[in-house]
């Protein structure tokens, strides 16, 4: 299976400034990667599919790049609702596997 | 829109079965469009995929899981549901159901289930 790895486990990052979060796949997954938001107690919402497409509804300083092995997820500038966990995962290959997640803290 | 509820009981005993139901709302789980998928989380860790199943019956595990893990549907309550055998404290864990769109990636989710595995 598919081994996605993200980095940083945590991310200390000011409101306001822009936070970038890497996932990286052991082998291509072309462009088929999703990203997720995770907030305390809630369930993981989509962010990104794609690679690079915004889910309906996800406001546009978040935004999705890469294809291959490297992706990124970043968001332009952290509003106070934007401190979660995110969570890469692959769907090109099978089973469908995720990342250990990114935490994106308050600096 | 789609709406998923997990329910089932909150505690098992180690050996014996999970099983939790998912109702689904707002749409059919017959709809061709939609594969629906059960993932879980155990406490403050990652995501793990358990299986999907289609309308139809077919299903997809996770190789991990495969030899312990039954999913099915009901397409007459609008339901599906897992069932996992001889668990273990490994299997404490919230488990979520959710929409898969077109074996791809998931979305929406319920809101989650925490099933912690003890005597």
């Known amino acids: 299976e598919i081994v996605m790895t993200q980095s940083p486990a945590t991310l200390s990052v000011s409101p306001g400034e822009r936070a970038t979060l890497s996932c990286r796949a052991s082998q291509s997954v072309s462009s088929n990667l999703a990203w997720y938001q995770q907030k305390p107690g809630q369930a993981p919402r989509l962010l990104i599919y794609g690679a690079s497409t915004r889910a309906t509804g996800i406001p546009a300083r978040f935004s999705g790049s890469g294809s291959g092995t490297e992706f990124t997820l970043t968001i332009s500038s952290l509003q106070s609702e934007d401190f979660a966990v995110y969570y890469c995962?692959?769907?090109?290959?099978?089973?469908?596997?995720f990342g250990g997640g990114t935490k994106v803290e308050i600096k | 829109q789609l709406q998923l509820q997990e329910s089932g009981p909150g505690l098992v005993k180690p050996s014996e079965t999970l099983s939790l139901t998912c109702t689904v709302s707002?749409?059919?789980?017959?709809?061709?469009?939609?594969?629906w998928g059960w993932i879980r989380q155990p406490p403050g860790k990652g995501l793990e995929w358990i299986g999907s199943?289609?309308?139809?019956?077919?299903?997809y595990y996770n190789p991990s899981l495969k030899s312990r893990v039954t999913i099915s549907v009901d397409t007459s309550k609008n339901q599906f549901s897992l069932k996992l055998s001889s668990v273990t404290a490994a299997d404490t864990a919230v488990y979520y159901c959710a929409v898969r769109i077109s074996l791809r990636w998931f979305d929406p989710w319920g809101q989650g289930t925490l099933v912690t595995v003890s005597s």
């Open positions: 199943i289609y309308y139809s019956g077919s299903t």
């Open positions: 995962q692959q769907y090109n290959n099978w089973p469908p596997t």
């Open positions: 707002g749409g059919s789980i017959s709809s061709s469009s939609y594969y």
